[in-house]
């Protein structure tokens, strides 16, 4: 069948702006902001005089041209000339990403594959723009145990980072694109074994969330408090690692029914409800009309307020969020003037990079949340965001400066960066053209801003074994017809079973159901976070830069608001105090560092080395007369005999070194389960804290248990669920033991 598709005049520049914002100018030829412009010359070749706003050097004019054929992939043609070339500048780059064994480059400065990035970019659009190099590049990220492989991350990588789930969802989607049952029940192996091991390890069975390290977000610092420890990270139960974990338990469960396996249907459905149930009942903050970022602490969680862009959209896009909260999430959020940040409000003192900045994948996921809760307004700002920074920087840069647009200020950077390319080119085609890929058949919802209106056609997209040619015209937000090979149809669906080639012509209703507005707002940083400390029978602090108040904590209750920065206290048993500052605007810092208050009948630190003979300590700090090596090969099993004046509640953990890796890298963060009179309480985690560094002591994670009065038996033990990503080391120095009675 012939394809019979055209747009008159789509060369043609209008004069007027598409869109425009103070900072910058969205035209149909052109990205103009301040003094500086991109200009598309044609659907092949842009030309930008864009330079670093703080050089003082002349401009000097650079060009794209494209370089490598692309009439093998979805060819788009519209009247705003700038987004055609910024579409096909992507396609290129995609192909420039694919290194020579077939699989994908994160970023030009970035070799190998990684989980997240791959996963994330699978997601967005290369399930079906490179199926065989998208499978090839998530089996990379599978070990010999057929687990997902948690590549990066604080501390050592898995359990403290624990969003390399995201796969399963990024196979899901390959499934759905390509259709290939083969594929399908080999994904749905590794991610079963891998949610299994994640349901012994990080699952918290009170608060019904997931532990671990906020996704992609894993710059210690530029997200969380300076005080968080690699073992606090691990704590703390992150707003966009529950999203990721429950699409992920929805994926296994929607597999396993394929596969009729209806045990694992049940569970995997079962655990992904309780993730969502929990992310609404302990994350929502319905006075700031959006969930909070994370909770944390040790012993007892808050909920930072701070608003984290992706894990806002991932749940409106997985369905943790229903329509009404979705809608309210997207019109309240706060829109910098370069986009959607990252985290909001800034951490102060911390250089751009996840902080102050704005990546685009964030932007594009932002994007379909935005399109999916009906917000013109919210779209095309994220349309425009997208392209102004593709178009000035003639490429699809990692991330950019939140407060000033360039990328040149950023911690580090990289140009044709694979997330930031397969999000712009989403925007065309699961945005404006609103495909979406289901069970039986490719489903089509697009959402075209007023400012779009117009005709536009997307030929050549290939969907298992056809070829659609499809023209869309108009604009709104649900279709008012669908013809497909001239014949208009009630559904629109082109079913999985469909062959050959066929001629779609979609119009739009030409309106939008649901109001439209967002919250624009400047950059924006929190006041410091305070320093708590104790005086023989007070709490102190020193004033806090910008505050006009504090929020004082106990046990994680509001306990006094108030300017003063002095309490008395009454140490009569186990109190944990922290402090929050709050500017005039009644923006928040983060909470201090948790302060614990012990009676000194309500402690007790069991030294490890009683325990058992071990060789001489050759490092410093540690308590008593030396540790404990505890490693695959030696004191798989530690015995400590406890004996309590009291039955109840009790927090332990353990104090010791790992000074096998770096914080921020590597891969052996040390795990081992505690048994408490012969029953699992949980795991213990001992993330590393510094290449060769065996004298930088910590603490564990906290487990809470019951003991008996009299006579208890805690037990430290290496099980099979403990294995680690490194998979031979798994070693720490323990040093001792400490109970603290509730």
């Not at 429950?246 to 694992?264: E, P, V």
């Not at 706060?334 to 685009?360: K, L, Q, S």
Request: charged fraction near 20%; glycine fraction near 8%; charge should be neutral.
């Amino acid at each position: 069948m012939g394809v019979a598709i055209t747009i008159a005049a789509c060369e043609s520049a209008k004069p007027d702006a598409v869109w425009k914002s103070r900072e910058y100018s969205f035209f149909s030829d052109r990205i103009k902001q301040g003094k500086f412009e991109a200009v598309a010359v044609s659907a092949t070749e842009i030309r930008s005089d864009y330079r670093n706003p703080h050089d003082s050097g002349s401009a000097a004019t650079k060009t794209w041209k494209l370089s490598k054929p692309i009439d093998s992939f979805p060819q788009y043609q519209s009247a705003e000339l700038i987004a055609n070339a910024i579409y096909n500048l992507s396609l290129e780059e995609m192909q420039r990403a694919i290194e020579p064994d077939s699989t994908f480059r994160t970023g030009q400065e970035w070799a190998g594959v990684w989980t997240r990035d791959i996963s994330y970019s699978i997601i967005l659009s290369m399930a079906y723009l490179q199926p065989e190099v998208a499978k090839k590049s998530l089996l990379r990220k599978v070990n010999e145990a057929k687990r997902i492989i948690q590549d990066t991350g604080t501390g050592g990588a898995w359990p403290v980072s624990s969003d390399r789930s995201i796969w399963i969802c990024a196979a899901w989607e390959l499934y759905l694109a390509n259709g290939d049952t083969s594929w399908l029940r080999q994904a749905y192996e590794i991610g079963r074994n891998s949610v299994e091991d994640d349901m012994k390890t990080i699952y918290d069975r009170e608060t019904g969330l997931v532990r671990g390290e906020s996704s992609f977000l894993d710059w210690r610092e530029q997200t969380y408090p300076a005080w968080m420890q690699p073992a606090d990270i691990f704590e703390s139960e992150c707003l966009g690692t529950n999203a990721v974990h429950y699409g992920a338990n929805i994926s296994l469960s929607r597999m396993a029914r394929l596969l009729n396996d209806t045990s694992g249907t049940t569970k995997f459905q079962s655990n992904a409800e309780r993730i969502r149930n929990a992310v609404n009942e302990k994350l929502w903050i319905a006075e700031r009309k959006r969930y909070g970022q994370f909770l944390y602490g040790r012993t007892h969680k808050i909920v930072s307020p701070k608003f984290e862009a992706l894990g806002e959209a991932l749940c409106i896009l997985m369905g943790i969020a229903d329509p009404e909260k979705s809608q309210v999430i997207i019109a309240n959020a706060p829109f910098t003037p370069f986009g959607i940040n990252c985290i909001y409000p800034n951490i102060p003192g911390i250089p751009p990079y996840h902080n102050d900045a704005v990546w685009p994948f964030v932007q594009a996921f932002w994007a379909l949340a935005a399109a999916n809760a009906g917000n013109e307004t919210a779209v095309m700002e994220s349309i425009s965001a997208i392209y102004r920074a593709a178009g000035l920087f003639l490429t699809n840069k990692e991330n950019f400066v939140a407060s000033d647009g360039d990328y040149s200020g950023t911690e580090i950077n990289s140009s044709n960066m694979l997330w930031s390319l397969a999000g712009n080119i989403s925007l065309v085609h699961k945005v404006l053209f609103g495909i979406h890929f289901e069970t039986d058949g490719l489903t089509f919802r697009p959402f075209i801003p007023g400012a779009l209106d117009g005709i536009r056609t997307l030929t050549n997209f290939r969907y298992r074994n056809a070829v659609l040619n499809i023209e869309l015209e108009g604009y709104g937000d649900s279709i008012r017809s669908f013809v497909i090979d001239g014949k208009e149809t009630r559904t629109a669906v082109i079913p999985a079973s469909a062959e050959g080639q066929h001629v779609i012509r979609i119009r739009m209703n030409d309106r939008f159901a649901k109001p439209s507005g967002i919250l624009k707002a400047d950059t924006l940083f929190s006041p410091p976070t305070p320093r708590l400390k104790a005086g023989a029978d007070h709490l102190d602090w020193d004033p806090v830069k910008g505050a006009a108040g504090y929020r004082l904590i106990r046990n994680g209750e509001t306990i006094q608001h108030g300017k003063g920065h002095r309490i008395r206290i009454d140490s009569s048993g186990f109190s944990v105090y922290q402090v929050i500052a709050i500017s005039e605007h009644g923006v928040e810092s983060f909470a201090s560092e948790p302060l614990e208050e012990i009676k000194p009948s309500s402690l007790r630190i069991i030294e490890a080395e009683g325990r058992l003979k071990v060789p001489g300590p050759v490092n410093a700090g540690y308590t008593g007369n030396g540790y404990v090596e505890i490693s695959p090969l030696n004191n798989t099993l530690v015995n400590v005999p406890v004996q309590v004046d009291a039955p109840g509640m009790y927090y332990v953990d353990i104090r010791y070194a790992n000074g096998n890796g770096p914080v921020n890298t590597e891969n052996k963060c040390a795990i081992r389960s505690l048994l408490v009179n012969q029953v699992n309480q949980g795991i213990f985690v001992f993330p590393q804290r510094g290449t060769n560094d065996w004298s930088s002591w910590g603490y564990t994670n906290s487990l809470r248990v019951r003991l008996n009065k009299g006579q208890n038996l805690l037990q430290l033990i290496l099980l099979p669920e403990n294995q680690n990503m490194n998979g031979e080391i798994n070693s720490a120095f323990v040093d001792h033991f400490r109970l603290r009675r509730q």
